[in-house]
């Protein structure tokens, strides 16, 4: 693990999300059909309004993470233009996890939210 | 490693580089749709995906969760996490290596003593006899008597009933003399051992011979021609391995004998001892014992048998058929008319059949108890070894709480952190395990030297051993991993990171300190142990034996053997007696049946003259034959009258010395002078006189107080052996120039008079305590190494301890605390666990002593010297060990301390 930290750290200040929320948005991703690794940054990309920009460094080390980790599974599958490519999906697991991350994320933004507001009232 | 790790990638590595492929291909493909041209579209999205090769490798990291790659990574973290810390790790193999080598040498050594097959055929289907009254006699673990007679013998022979084969040997070796045929009549005699065996021993135990033959049933027979077989060992050392020995002829206390065979190299026989010089038949009893013939005796008991049962027979089943046969010859020797008391005690004889593949040995009654006693000795090192490492690996959790604390941010498994730690724990053990089975069989030659175990036992690597090694080592792993990797998994990664660990005042009681207090507690039950056990042999080496051990020689001759008479034996001594006094350096000589802790003994019941014991007391009496001058040989205050002397002569009156015991016991406040006793009851003759009385002399056993005991003459000998042969010469000058002085006078008496023995008194009584010297010795050295292992223990718990609270000491001695204060501060926390630990052992170490109550001497299981010595030592060690980090702590300037926060 340390060996591999070692390796993971020129990319540490490039990683603007914290961990699980990575996760959280890929499985969010994820959650209306399979996709492959580019539509998945695609799609964050584009449902953040070009905001969140996912690095191929985060995103694939993340799907091949959660996929040891059994949230999502991978098939190889072709797309509409005939590309070989290798579609993620949801397992039973990785819709838990979801929900799981969700809420907590929602529960952190709120907290935070809360502080924020106080602070600017102050 | 790489090549490991490649066994997995390759396939994966490829798929990854498809599916990057993929997406390359994808992004330009969009590119392309949007407008760009082929060629900067798919430039564009490369540069947009950024360094492939690192996000291959930093992908491939994700990869290592693979249960064996998983594993692979944690041994290999695991040893990196060794290398780190050599400090930590040399402690802890070398404890372990100590804790896992001890208990594997002790572990080999009994298994090798006590369940070591005989190098025979099919050893597991070998059964002894026993008689079902000596109780365990033929178990193979104690000293037994023989017990059938040649008769039953040949009863037996003739069906061999339950068994595939049974076959009769006498117990013990017979001393012969020996010459080879033909040798010059000028040549003395040399001395050998022979055993008598039927002539189907060879056959029973399945044993080929090297060269030549083995004996056969028919060798067995009165008329037969007199052949022998030779044991490996002889033929090396006495025929010099010389092929052509079959057909030569050695004569043996008279008989010509003819050498049919040599036996097998590894065969030594059925007992655990060294092998014979010559196995004989047992037709040739009479030739060989130069006694009458015991070949039709019925109430001579001189034999043991061995059976081989059938393929699938229970020894059950067989003792039951053979119970019944000799219940059947019993009957037929008892006639026709049998009284009814007769026929219920041959109704109740019985036999039992106890495994013999082990074979018949002295040595596992010997090593039985003070093995068994050193295995629980070295399981408590181990226990201390384990408790060691756990508060160490504790300890260390400081330096590492960072690492852990990490590793779950980054969303580790607790679980994960937990079997990484417990892989950390296990490689260790294994580590120290390796070097624990190189130090067992560094130290089982010691061992083997030490205990002076018969080198026919293979002291060797035991397959089931080895496996038990293996499975300490990976429980001692376990047992002091799982606290730790408990602590480990259960950090609260969040907290810690928002929370830093600011501890003041005095830590809780936790893992940690129950740890060392179970250290201390063992310890103190080791130092107890050894304490005792020293004290014991202080006062077994110190205490009055009654005689004087320095300076006295004991030169064994066998008269016997050298072709005496009975009727010649009192000029013998006589001449002896003479001759060894006028010996220039001697002091004075004597002659005894057999002399101080020398291992024999003989008692029975008597009466005395006028004397009725009180109801159901047995009268017991010690007895020993002398020559003139015994007392004075050895030393031995005379108390009253006068000691056995020359005036003692077969047609003198039989006389007697006492000793004060005897005195004490059947004559308190009188003289016992002119009084007289007998063997047995009632009185019958030989009836002695009592002519002296002796101070108590610890004869027979250092460890025992005085029984009653006569010294009967020697020139007078009314047992059924008048053949004595143990001199002791007492001597002023030096023992070589006696020794040889000595020799010179046996020669000139009879030129087949040779010294058999010799050894000198003091080395005796030495010997007789190196037993207990031994286990006292290793006692001590476990004990220490014990104390040691605890000492480290605290220095580990206490150093740590300080390293968490340098930010409060930096503060408390900014804030102007005194350093002796602090000093105070840290080190109550040792004393109390120290306390503790004493007070947790005390009660332990006295249950212990109970237990080994068999090895203690003049002291109490609660001696209070022993308690006070092991206390003091154990109080001394910890404090030290506490000080020493302790005093770091406060010689820090106050404000390293508060920068190192």
Known sequence: MSTAMAKTEPYKDRIELLQGTLDMLILQALRWGARHGYGISQAIRAGSGEVLQVETGSLYPALHRMERQGWIKAEWGTTENNQRAKYYQLTAAGKKQLTREHSRWKQMAAAIGGLMNADGEA | MKQFDGL???????????????????????????????????????????????????????????????????????????????????????????????????????????????????????????????????????????????????????????????????????????????????????????????????????????????????????????????????????????????????????????????????????????????WLPLAFQPQVLQRESWLAAQDVYWLNFMGRLKPGDTAQHAAAVVTAQLQQFFLAQAGTDVAPSTRRKIHEARIVLKPGGTGISGLRYLYSEPLHMLMAVVGIVLLIACANIATLLLARAAARRAEFMTRLALGAAPGRIMRQVLTESVLLSLTGG??????????????????????????????????????????????????????????????????????????????????????????????????????????????????????????????????????????????????????????????????????????????????????????????????????????????MGREIGERDTPSAPLAAVVNQKFVDTYFPGQSPLGKRFSNGSPLRPPIFEIVGVAANERFYDVRQQAEPMAYLAAWQAQGQSPYFGDLLIRTSADEASVVAAVRRALFAINKKLIVVNFTRLDHQVEESLAQQKLITDLSSVFGFIALLLAAIGIYGTVAYAVSRRTFEIGVRIALGAQRQNILAMILRESVVLTLVGVMVGLPLAFAAARWIKGFLFGVKAADPLAIAAAIVLIALVSLLAGYIPAARATKTGPAFALRYE
Not at chain 2, 63 to 81: A, H, K, P, V
Not at chain 2, 161 to 189: I, K, T, W, Y
Not at chain 2, 535 to 542: A, G, I, Q
């Open chain 2, 434 to 639: 390796l070097a624990g089975i190189i130090f067992a069989w560094w130290s089982l030659k010691g061992l083997v030297v030490l205990l002076d175990i018969n080198p026919v036992v293979k002291v060797r690597p035991d397959p089931a051993v080895l496996i038990f090694t293996l499975v300490i080592t990976l429980l001692t792993g376990l047992l002091y991993g799982v606290i730790p990797a408990w602590r480990f998994s259960n950090m609260e990664a969040r907290s810690m990171t928002l929370v830093r660990y600011a501890e003041f005042g005095r830590s809780r009681f936790g893992s940690t300190q129950a740890l060392i207090v179970v250290q201390v507690a063992l310890s103190c039950v080791l130092l107890v142990g050894a304490g005792l056990l020293a004290r014991s042999l202080l006062k077994l080496e110190t205490q009055e034996m009654g005689f004087q051990d320095g300076q006295v020689l004991i030169v064994s001759i066998d008269p016997q053997m050298a072709g005496y008479q009975k009727n010649e034996l009192f000029a013998l001594y006589r001449e002896l007696n003479e001759r060894l006094n006028q010996i220039p350096g001697v002091v004075s000589a004597s002659l005894a049946r057999y002399t101080p802790e020398s291992g024999n003994s003989s008692s029975g019941n008597f009466s005395i003259e006028g004397y009725t014991p009180s109801a159901g007391k047995e009268m017991n009496l010690y007895s020993v034959e002398v020559g003139p001058h015994f007392f004075e040989t050895l030393r031995t205050p005379l108390l």
């Open chain 2, 8 to 278: 997995f990638r390759r396939r994966r590595d490829e798929d990854l580089s498809d599916e990057i492929e993929a997406h390359l291909a994808m992004a330009a493909h969009d590119r392309v749709e949007r407008g760009e041209g082929k060629v900067e579209a798919e430039a564009a999205a490369r540069r947009e995906f950024g360094n492939r090769a690192l996000v291959q490798e930093v992908t491939r990291e994700m990869w290592r969760w693979g249960s064996l790659e998983r594993l692979w990574q944690d041994i290999r973290f695991g040893l990196w996490t060794m290398r780190r810390s050599p400090g930590f790790t040399t402690v802890a193999v070398l404890s372990l290596a100590l804790g896992i080598g001890a208990n594997t040498a002790i572990l080999t050594l009994i298994e090798a003593v006590m369940s070591q097959w005989l190098p025979v055929k099919d050893p597991a289907r070998l059964v002894l006899f026993y008689d079902g009254i000596n109780s365990g006699v033929y178990s193979g673990r104690g000293y037994h008597s023989d017990i059938f007679s040649y008769p039953f013998w040949e009863f037996l022979k003739k069906s061999a009933g339950p068994f595939e084969d049974v076959c009769a040997f006498r117990q013990s070796n017979d001393r012969v003399a020996m010459h080879l045929a033909g040798a010059s009549d000028s040549e003395p005699d040399e001395r050998a051992e022979a055993h008598l065996v039927a002539g189907n021993y060879f056959r029973v135990l399945g044993v080929s011979a090297a060269i030549g033959r083995t004996l056969r049933l028919e060798d067995d027979a009165a008329n037969a021609v007199p052949v022998a077989v030779i044991s490996y060992r002889y033929w090396q050392d006495r025929f010099h391995s010389d092929s052509g020995v079959v057909g030569k002829s050695v004569v043996l206390n008279g008989t010509a004998f003819t050498l049919v065979g040599v036996a097998a190299r590894e065969f030594f026989g059925e007992r655990i001892r060294t092998a014979p010089d010559f």
